[in-house]
Structures are given as C-alpha cells and as structure tokens.
C-alpha cells in the first residue's frame, strides 16, 4: 500500500506535522554519488531551495536559515525568508537563536579542561562546586560523575516552567543563583540512561566558568568563539544592563538578531524575546549561519580550522566515542553529542535545539565528510530542521527506499503486550509540575488490525514492524530508526528509549493511568453536579436532620460544589506558558487549593457517612447511596489527583 498518504492523514486527525520532504518538482539526482563524492554545489542548492521553500509554504515558516560544508568547506550559505518584517534572512549577518546547540560549545570547553588536566570526567560532580551549588546524595548510593552530565545520565527530574525561559528583562539571574534556588531532585542511580537535562549541561558550563575565573560568557568568547573567528556568536542576551549579570549583548549584535514568529489568525505574529540567560550554557546562544559553518569545519578536521587547534586528540576521538551502550537504531550521546544512525549506514553527530520559537539542527556526518547547519525563526519549523541532513543524504547518496514494509499479523493477536499508555522519564516527579506535565503527556503505544505498531511520543506519531526479537521494531518507512523495549518476565512492555535517545517512556501504572484518570475525572464531575442539584431541589423542605446526618449533607454540599469549583477552573491548569513567571500562576494555585479544600471535605463526608446510615432518620435509600456513592468517589479522585502531586499548592 501507499503509506504516506495514510500516514498524512493520521498526522491531519492528530493535528501533527508532517516531516518535509523533497520537493515534488526537484528531479531525482541523474546518477547517486558514491561515498568519497562531495555533493556538487548547484545540485545541492537546487535540490535544498526546493525542499526549504516547500516546507516554509506548507508550514508558515517565516525565515531559514542554513550553512552546508563538505570536504573542507561551505558548499551552501543561504538564507530564505524573512529575519523581521523588512529585514531578508542573512546567512553571513542575522544572529538566529540556536537552543540546546549550545550545549555543544559547553562539551568541547570541558574536554579542553580535561586535556589540561583540571577535570577528569570520572571525578564526582561535587568536586568542582561550591558548597551552596553541591548536591545532596538524596539516599542514592553513587555520586554524580562529571561524565554523567555529557550522557544526561546524573538522573535528574526534569523541571522548565516559570523559570527556563523568561521575558523580563528583570527576571534573568545570575547563573549561580539559578543553579541553587532550581536544583532538580535525583530521582534515579546516575549512568543508568539518558534523561536529557538542561539543568546538568548548566553545571557543566558553571564548572568551566569557575575553574576560568571569569563569567561563563567570557570564557567561552575567548575559548572557543574567538580562536575559530565566531565574530558573531555569543551566549549574551539583549536585556538591560544589572549589577551582577554579564555583559548583555553589544548592540552591533541585537541589531543583528532575527524576530521569532508564529501563525496566527493567518498571519505570523512576531514573538517575544526569550531569555535564557539564567542558565546560559543550557541554550541562550545566538549565531550566524556562516560562523556555524566555520564550527562545523572545525568539528569535522578535528578541532583544527586553518592555522587554529581548538582541542586536541583527546576531544576529537571523545566527541566520537558513545558513553552508554544503546540498542542499535536508538540514538546515543558521544560526550555530550548525539549520535544517530541514518538510512545506507550512515552516522551522524550533532544536536538540536530548541526554544519556544526557534528550531536548529546540526548534523555532522563523518564517512560523507558533511555537515547540515539549519534554522528556523518559525514555531512551525521543526519537521524541516530536524529531517533536511537525512533528505540530502538520501537524494544523494541512496537509491529511493522501496517500498513501506508490510504489517504483521501475528503482532495483532499479542497487541496487548505493548498498548497502553507511557509516560516519560523527562519531567517533574513531585508537586504542581508533575501534575501539569502528567497532565499534558500523550504518550501512547497501539497496535492495528494489519500489525503495525504505532507509537506516539510527544509530537511524533510512527508505524512500526516487528524486527525479529520479540523486544524490537523497525520503522515502517524503511528508516534505520529503532524502537527497543524492556519485556518483564511474562514479555510484556515495560519501558522503551525513544528512537532520539534523549529519554524513555515507561508504562504508566494503575495510578497514573490517563484512561482511569479520566474516567474518574467524569464520574467525579457528574456526582457532584447530581449532588448539588439534589440539594437544590430539595430546598428548604428538608427535614431537620439528626447529627450525622445533618453532617453528611454539609459536606456532601461542600464536596460536591468545591469540585465543581475545582473542573471549571481545571481547564487552564499546565497549560500557561512554560516562560516568565507566569508559572504557577494565581489560577493554578487556586485550582490546587480548591483541590486539596476538595479533598478534606470527600474526607470528612465518607468519616460521616456511617454513623449517619445508623441513625433513624428517615431519608430516602436512593439519597443515602448517593452521598455513599459520592463519597467513596470523591475519596478516589482525591487519591489520583493526589498521586499525581496536585493537591500540592506549596510546591
């Protein structure tokens, strides 16, 4: 069968994107290259015009950016777009925001500490700290290494609302200062797997900042920006000038810089400034296309770009070298890269990034001497960034995949092993965010009649087929991704890495199941509405009632009416910004407080409702196995919402 078509239509229900692909006029290369073949310069412009603007027209992508490099130099500078509303995207002049690729100028900093000797990577975290930035042990019997850090397996929660991103200029703080009042907890043994964490990688820019002596953006203009000639890359943001804050960023620079876009009321809306600042090494630098290039050449002849060596032997052979062992198919970390195969065996080293706007992907391809730098200013251009190496290499290098492979209809019968829902490993598990962040997981895995396996992960929906082991699954299009899971002992699924690798999803237990959650959410809501309408009704022409029973009927009231409080609020709980210090904001906390007032009265009526069955009063059957029913109901809710840490108003 046609799989894409199915697949698209999958992607509109869902609402997801589709990734970019090839143009549809751009003709098939006349013949593929063979391995030790640069790619001729107009075929390549030719072919990613066609694929970039495609994608800019079919996803409202307002500017792109990209820089290519193969055999030792930029075959494609290019800008497509728009950097503002007059100013054209520049490859050589418009600063575009590159996220979590700024990790990577953090990595070769530190290897360049441990090629002189100040680090070693096997050390605990804790010995290049100070005592206000040491972190607890938390009953976990392993320290956190140095090398945990470049894996993201120090075994952190994940926590970003409220403080990740802000966009007051009086909100930024120094790094030191954010690194003590938002330390995550340990959740986990260190060097278990990857759980990406942004918190880690701003310790490991924290480190190199503090054996330098200077502010971390100072130290990584003169140790890596100013000896490959990055004239115009910088962690500095535009904010105004603080006592205690580095050096914003020279206006010759802000000047520079693109506008973030989105699409709305079918126009793109320009975006506020994301500051990032207050954990710098974790995403706040902004760069050219050209000065990526010059990056990329220096990452791809081992550190050395024209008369300059960045970093010796060491770091070129580490920046290769995965830390943890991942199935085949399951991307890695090679120090603090990542490590991803591509169709026809071919690897790739590089990053992405994000923040709320910009999207950034840079892929370095060692047996293809390339390297694919590109940026999008637009929230719809992650599909483009993140799929154009893969498009090059294969219009290039690899004949058209054949044909989508076939379902198997054995895996129907076992669906069972693998369905349910999944929640990642990369979130908050305690309070308020967990609850937000459980609350927006839509993780999920089924399996069709015609034996595809289809796994949604965050924004990503894939078909997938048996690979031979029980554990194992191929992408359905031919791609060389993986999925591999955990089997307990009956071979049912447990957990799995996704194919990224920056973090696994396990299966939800009874708890945290989102079906039983919801279900009772909806029971919860309509007793309590058939509780208060009762009451309405019934009015003043309600008997005196005995003690208990007099008891009952208030906190039922109380109950019911407090959680009807807490569902009309409930729809704006987790879903404000992740930015600013919109987060909690006053709705959430209160919904919270609601909540938890919510709770202690579904306490206090099912402690009330047996007493009150013993008392002669007189009421109705069906009215005392109402209030019985609402409390035993109310009582479970307040479990689950509990489990879930959102009768947690104080964290």
């Known amino acids: 069968m046609n799989w894409r078509p199915a697949v698209a239509v999958l992607a509109a229900v869902l609402g997801l994107a589709m990734p ?40 409202h992508i307002a500017g ?46 530190l290897l360049k500490e441990v090629e002189r000797g100040r680090v070693r990577l096997a050390d605990p975290v804790n010995d290049y700290l100070p005592p206000a930035l040491k972190i607890p042990d938390q009953g976990f019997k392993a320290p956190i290494r140095v090398i945990d850090l470049m894996s ?26 954010y690194l003590a009042r938002r330390r ?49 890359t910088t962690y500095r943001e535009p904010y105004a000038p603080r006592r205690g804050l580095p050096e914003p960023m020279p206006r010759a620079l802000s000047a520079r810089l693109s506008d973030g876009f989105a699409w709305r009321d079918a126009r793109f809306q320009v975006q506020p400034f994301e500051h990032i600042s207050q954990i710098a090494p974790a995403g706040s630098a902004s760069t050219t296309a050209a000065d990526m290039a010059r990056y990329m050449l220096a990452l791809q002849n081992g550190g050395r770009l024209g008369g300059t060596e960045l970093y010796g032997p060491f770091t070129a052979q580490a920046l290769r070298t995965p830390i943890l062992a991942t199935p085949s198919g399951v991307n890695g970390w090679a120090h603090g890269l990542m490590v991803r195969d591509l169709p026809g065996g071919f690897r790739t080293y590089g990053h992405g990034g994000a923040t709320g706007v910009f999207f950034t992907n840079m892929a370095l391809i060692p047996d293809l001497d390339l390297g694919v730098f590109a940026n999008s200013n637009s929230t719809g251009g992650r599909a483009l960034v993140e ?60 399996v069709t009649r015609d034996g595809y396996l289809i796994a949604k992960t965050g924004s990503v929906t894939r078909a997938w087929v048996p690979d031979g082991d029980p554990s194992r699954f191929r992408a359905a299009d031919g791609g060389s991704d993986r999925l591999v899971f955990k089997l307990d002992a009956q071979g049912r699924a447990v957990s799995f890495p996704i194919a990224r690798g920056s973090y696994t999803l396990e299966r939800a237990g009874p708890m945290l199941d989102r079906t039983l959650f919801g279900r009772a959410a909806t029971a919860t809501l309509a007793v309590a509405l058939l509780v208060l309408a009762q009451r309405v009704f019934a009015g003043r022409r309600a008997s005196p009632a005995p003690t208990w029973t007099g008891r009952v009927r208030a906190a ?23 930015g600013g210090t919109a987060w909690p904001g006053p709705e959430v906390l209160a919904t919270s407080i609601a909540a938890l007032a919510a709770a202690a009265a579904s306490v206090a009526l099912l402690a009330a409702t047996p007493p009150a069955w013993m008392e002669a009063n007189g009421e109705a059957w069906w009215l005392k196995g109402l209030q019985a029913s609402a409390a035993a109901l109310f009582v479970i809710f307040s479990v689950l919402v509990a489990v879930r840490g959102g009768l947690s108003p104080w964290a």
């Open 64 to 109: 792109v950016s990209v820089a290519i490099v193969q055999s030792g130099r930029p075959v494609l500078l290019k800008g497509y777009g728009l950097a503002d509303k007059t100013r054209p995207m520049d490859p050589d002049r418009t600063l575009v925001r590159i996220g979590s690729v700024s990790k990577t100028f953090v990595w070769v900093a």
């Open 387 to 446: 799929r154009l190496p893969e498009l090059i290499v294969e219009h290039f290098y690899l004949p058209p995949r054949g044909s989508p492979l076939p379902g198997d209809p054995a895996l129907a019968r076992r669906g069972g092993l693998y369905a349910g829902d999944y929640i990642p490993t990369r979130r908050a598990y305690f309070g308020l965010e967990k609850f937000a962040d459980l609350l927006g997981a839509e993780d999920r895995v089924w």
């Open 152 to 177: 993201h397996a120090a075994g952190f929660e994940d926590t970003a609302r409220g403080h990740l991103f802000v966009y007051r200029d009086e909100d930024v703080t120094p790094l030191a200062d």
């Open 556 to 578: 039922s009231l109380i109950a019911a009416g407090l959680w009807v409080v807490v569902f009309a609020a409930f729809k704006g709980f987790g879903l404000e910004d992740q």
């Open 20 to 59: 970019a692909n090839a143009p549809a006029d751009t003709p098939p290369a006349q013949s593929l290259l063979r391995k030790g073949q640069p790619i001729p310069a107009q075929d390549l412009e030719r072919f990613v015009d066609g694929a970039v603007r495609d994608a800019m027209a079919a996803e």
């Open 184 to 232: 995550p907890r340990r959740v986990r043994e260190p060097g278990q797997f990857a759980t990406y964490s942004n918190y880690g990688a701003a310790l490991a820019g924290y480190i190199v900042a503090r054996l330098n002596g200077q502010d971390f953006e100072t130290v990584m203009e003169r140790e890596v920006f100013a000896p490959l000639g990055m004239a115009s």
